[in-house]
């Protein structure tokens, strides 16, 4: 699972970091959303992949401690990662429709979706 996880991340990252460097920016716009998708799967497998895990939760650690057995940290999932990964989710999703509209006023103003601004000379 982990050599599945850590491929996919990286022909994420690898195929993001390749249209970045393209000179339209349509491609630049795809590959910051692959990279953004990469960071995402990162940061949420740094958390630990735990299945049938309960978030911790404040009645859980209630009900655990009045039973009077030691409560195992690792019996529960960690919900930094996956609230990490929502924010990074709808933040992206944000700035790629501001990038779209950036780039269709681009667009407009100049006539082509290059990078630079201006068609290379063939």
């Given amino acids: 699972m982990e050599l599945i996880l850590s491929l996919g991340i990286g022909i994420l990252a690898g195929s993001g970091v390749w249209l970045l460097l393209r000179p339209r920016t349509y491609q630049v716009i795809i590959g910051l959303g692959l990279l953004s998708y990469a960071v995402n799967l990162f940061i949420f497998s740094v958390g630990r992949l735990v299945t049938d895990s309960p978030p911790v939760t404040q009645t859980a650690v209630q009900t655990t401690a009045q039973a009077g057995t030691q409560i195992d940290p690792a019996a529960f999932a960690d919900p930094v990662p996956q609230a990490l990964v929502l924010t990074a989710i709808v933040i992206g ?29 063939r």
């Fill in 93 to 121: 999703f944000a700035t790629t429709a501001l990038f779209l509209v950036i780039l269709l006023a681009s667009r407009g103003l100049t006539g082509t979706d290059h990078v630079d601004g201006k068609e290379p000379d």
